[in-house]
Structures are given as C-alpha cells and as structure tokens.
C-alpha cells in the first residue's frame, strides 16, 4: 500500500473564496503533482438546476439555495460510482464533510472527514450542526485536523483521535516581491512615506478586528488595507479610515499585496491555521497574530512573528514594524513557513491508514 498510487474524490463545501477553499484546491493540486488521483467534487452556484459537469479535475453540481444534504450526497453517490475512488475525503465537519462520509459508507469505500475551524469554534456549539458533526466523526473511518489545538477539542469535546494535518504554503508563488509591492503601492494611490497595516481574506466577527480599532491613536500616521470582503456584522469592526480593496484572485496580485504591507495581522478571536499568515510568512513579511489555533504552530514570537494578546502587545507589534527587526523576522518567518510536501504528506499518511482500515 506504501507505494500505491491513491485515487480520492475531494469533496468541499460550495464557496468559491476563503480558507477552505484555498487550502482543498492546493491540496489536489500537490498531490496531482505527486502522482495521485485527485479529484474536485464541489457545488457550483453557476450550474442550472440539476446540472453536474464531469471533466478531468473532478465534478461540480448545482445546489438548492440553501445547501441540501441529501441532494449534496446524491450527486457525491454519482460521481463515486462515475470515478471509482480509492477514499474520500470531506472538508468541513457539517457541510461536505458528513455528505462525503454518508456517501462513501453507502458504497464501501472508506472517508477521511478533515475538521476545519468552524467545526470546533463555533458549529459544536449549536445544536443541529453538532448532531450533524457528531454523526460525521463517529462514522469516518479516519479525522483529521489543522491544528494541535483542534485535535486537543476534537479529543475533549467530541471524543475522537484526529490525526494533524496543518496547512502548508507555495513558497514558489509566494515570495518577496519588491517590484510588485511597489507596483501595487502606487496603483492603490498609498502614500510611499507611510506604513501600510494589512488585513487579508473574509473579515467576520471572529476575525477580531475590534482589537485593532481599539487601539486608537497608535495606529495614527498608518494606513489600514482590508484585502478582501469584510461581512455586514463586521463592518463596524474596521479602523477608523480603513480602505477595503477587494478579494484578488490571483497568486501574482496576492503576492504584491503581501509585499505592499509592513504588517500583516491576523488579531482572530478563534482560528484554524490561517492561509493568510503561511502566505504572509513566505513573503517575508512581519506578521502580527492573536495566539490561537494554529497560529500557535507556526509563529513563534519574536523569531518568525509576533504574538500579540493584549492592546499592549499589539502597540509594541506595530511600533516594531517600523524599525529594523522587522526585516530580520520576515526573512525567518519565510524559512520557516510549511511546505507543501508537508501537507500533503500528512494527508497521504490518513488516506493510507483510512484504506488500510478498510482492507
């Protein structure tokens, strides 16, 4: 089995953006690179009706407005028989998760359910959505999580082993760029003599940009960038003067923008591990973050970033993003950024002992 070639339908929930989707789509692709059989089955809002396109990278189905578990394993069930995976593997405890796992025990094969943030910050905690993740965890054949302090929940609050599988990050398409940080700089009219504080990726309550707005008069003389969409709840949350620019869609873009910023902060109130401080950290930028989640397996304060749990902390945090030292942590922060191999070698190491199992 070590040297096999394996064959798994990737399930994940709908969103076109977001961590989730980033870190799936990586996934296939690094174990595509490997040699295996990666396969992408995802709702799609752009399918009519009943529509499900099948082509080399997978499939995608349409979906009801609201998500319908039933029809969402219906089309799983489909596409198993179509593609003949090895296993599959679900993200997301109480979405795709609980239809990859149903599908696959209908038709033998066995499921991987990776557990994302949500599952243990926030979905565990509301009735319905925990039946649905209880189901999901006592029935997969392996759990997986992102993090150390996800498997430590997983474990206490669920009664499950869950096997680490922490994101990784492209260091080829993330990397200091100078010329394109300038670039955007300038076509985002920032102003050269001034530092730039950015925030990336979907901003919701969680995100706790409250902490940041809290800090007043500190952040006088910086420029607040919100790269990506901030939710309606959380719009009172932003800094006073913050500028939101929008999702970018595109490494190159994404890349410049990182390098646009002289800190980068991630101040969330719960998190898995965010693909935005692995990105960040192998563009060589100084990244400031609450510790949680799995921001406690990548950032080690004062070395490859910067730990802040106080308004103290976060004063101290953006007073020394405009000394020196900054530079010194971005380019240790960048060798120390996970691997790609290294996510996806801990992945094949569950979809073995999944298949294993099952043997």
């Given at each position: ?17 977001g ?69 599959v ?21 066995p ?6 943030g ?63 940080a300038?670039?955007?700089?300038a ?8 530092p ?18 809290a ?23 932003l ?57 406690l ?54 979809l ?8």
């Amino acid at each position: 089995m070590s040297d096999e070639t394996i064959r798994v339908l990737v399930c994940v929930p709908p969103t076109p953006r977001g961590g989730v989707a980033r870190s799936s789509a990586r996934l296939v692709a690094s174990l595509r690179a490997a040699g295996h059989e990666a396969l992408l089955a995802r709702p799609d809002d752009a399918l009519f009706p009943g529509d499900v396109r099948h082509d080399e990278r997978g499939v995608r189905f349409a979906q009801a407005d609201a998500p319908d578990l039933q029809a969402w394993t219906d089309r799983l069930l489909e596409a198993i028989d179509a593609r003949g995976p090895m296993v599959v593997l679900g993200y997301y405890g109480t979405t795709a998760g609980p239809c990859a796992v149903a599908a696959a025990r209908l038709r033998g094969v066995p499921a991987v359910l990776a557990l994302r943030g949500n599952d243990l910050d926030r979905d565990v905690f509301d009735g319905g959505r925990n039946a649905v993740l209880r189901w999901a965890v006592d029935r997969a054949t392996r759990v997986a999580a992102v993090s150390r302090e996800m498997q430590a929940k997983a474990a206490a609050w669920l009664g499950v082993t869950a096997a680490l599988t922490p994101n990784g990050v492209d260091t080829d398409a993330f990397r200091p760029d100078d010329a394109g940080a300038d670039g955007l700089r300038a076509r985002w009219g920032l102003d050269p003599a001034r530092p730039v504080l950015g925030v990336f990726g979907e901003v919701k309550r969680k995100r706790g940009l409250e902490r940041l707005a809290a800090l007043g008069r500190a952040l006088d003389g910086w420029q607040v960038v919100v790269v990506g969409e901030v939710r309606p709840e959380a719009r009172a949350d932003l800094p006073p003067g913050a500028r939101v620019v929008g999702w970018l869609d595109d490494d190159e873009a994404l890349r410049a923008a990182y390098g646009a910023c002289d800190l980068v902060a991630q101040p969330s109130v719960h998190d898995g591990t965010p693909n935005v401080v692995l990105e960040a950290m192998a563009c060589g930028r100084l990244v400031a973050a609450a510790p949680v989640g799995g921001i406690l397996d990548v950032v080690r304060h004062g070395q490859t970033g910067l730990l802040c749990a106080d308004p103290a902390a976060w004063r101290e945090a953006l007073a020394l993003a405009r000394t020196p030292a900054a530079a010194r942590i971005g380019a240790a922060a960048r060798a120390a950024a996970p691997s790609l191999a290294a996510e996806r070698d801990a992945f094949v190491a569950v979809l073995r002992e999944a298949l294993a199992c099952d043997a």
